[in-house]
Each structure stands twice: as C-alpha cells, then as structure tokens.
Nanobody, 125 residues
C-alpha cells in the first residue's frame, strides 16, 4: 500500500496562493488515481480534485474550477495542488489520497484506501 505525506499548507491572505505537495512512498503512483480532499471544522470531508497518474486526465470540484489545479510532478511519485485566488471558505485540513479504482476520478471518498495525515490551509479575510 502506498504511503502519502502532504506538505505546503500555511496561512495566507484572501486572494493569495499556495501549492500543496503530496509525496508517495512504498509504491509508485503508476496506475493510481490521486486526489485531494478537504475538511473544515464542523463540516464533512469534501472532494477537491483528482488526477489519473497514467493519463493525466483530471477532475475538479465546481467551487475550485478556475482557481485550483491538480497536476503530477516530473519526478516520480509527487502530485501537486496549485491553489490561486484563495478565499476564507477554502480554510480546511487538506488530505491527499490514492486509489487504484478507475471510478475514483469522480471523487468518491470510499474509493480511496490510502490517505495522508493532512496539511492545514488557513485563509484570512
């Protein structure tokens, strides 16, 4: 099973940018769907974006389209989430997750079996 570690979170003002990284170990990300989820205090975990490592097709949740971009690194086993035009409502703990299920590209959390510990993103008004 692949192990995942997130980094890149922090405190930023509204309108600012952050880039999150998800580093995998134990296995390569070939044949995986890798996704970002987030969970704000008192709210359920929600899907943000996903990428098929092999074909690089992506899916982004509607509220982040045009602002966030998921991508894979040139180096092995890294996935990024570039977040621009951040809003206070983007404040959450952001998790990286991986799945070998093709349908996981649509963001169903139950399809993902490997999860990182999360990185905190806080956007001030």
């Amino acid at each position: 099973q692949v192990q995942l570690v997130e980094s890149g979170g922090g405190l930023v003002q509204a309108g600012g940018s952050l880039r999150l990284s998800c580093a995998a170990s134990g296995r390569t990300l070939s044949n995986y769907i890798v996704a970002w989820f987030r969970q704000a205090p008192g709210k359920e975990r929600e899907f943000v974006a996903a990428i098929n490592w092999n074909y690089e097709n992506t899916n982004h949740e509607d509220s982040v389209k045009g602002r966030f971009t998921i991508s894979r690194g040139n180096a092995a086993n890294t996935v990024y989430l570039q977040m621009n035009s951040l809003k206070p409502e983007d404040t959450a703990l952001y998790y990286c997750a991986a799945s070998t299920a093709t349908m996981a590209i649509y963001g169903g959390a139950r399809d993902f079996v490997s999860w990182g510990q999360g990185t905190q993103v806080t956007v001030s008004a």
